[in-house]
């Protein structure tokens, strides 16, 4: 499990999908943390289902992945679905200050 940021709670729950990959990953995001339920998911197609469950408007941004969810409003969820390859990637909402305050984190795929 990995958290960012002081305070961080677990978040939902990861499922394998068909073919590999890592399926549904559910994602938490309050100030100032970014929350997986696991550090570490399989490599192909994999869905991010991400929640603001703070009280600010947040992002969620893997640069490396091309991925990026703009304006999630406190209590919603919006999704985005990637194919990943094996590599380490950097996880962060990129709003001014909030990756600076912590909102940041690592995600390791694998074969």
């Known amino acids: ?15 394998g999908g068909p073919g590999g990959g890592a399926g549904t990953v559910t ?6 943390t970014i929350t997986f339920p696991s550090s570490t998911i399989k490599a192909g197609k ?7 469950e703070g009280a600010i408007e947040h992002n969620f941004v893997i640069e490396a992945a091309r991925v990026q969810i703009d304006g999630i409003q406190p209590g919603q969820s919006k999704e985005v679905s990637v194919e990943l390859k094996p590599g380490t990637y950097e996880v962060v909402c990129n709003i001014p200050g909030h990756s600076e305050a912590g909102m940041k984190t690592t995600l390791t795929v694998t074969q």
């Open 46 to 52: 994999v869905t991010f289902v991400v929640k603001n």
């Open 27 to 32: 994602v938490s995001e309050k100030e100032w």
């Open 1 to 15: 499990m990995t958290a960012c940021g002081p305070g961080g709670q677990p978040g939902g729950g990861q499922q």
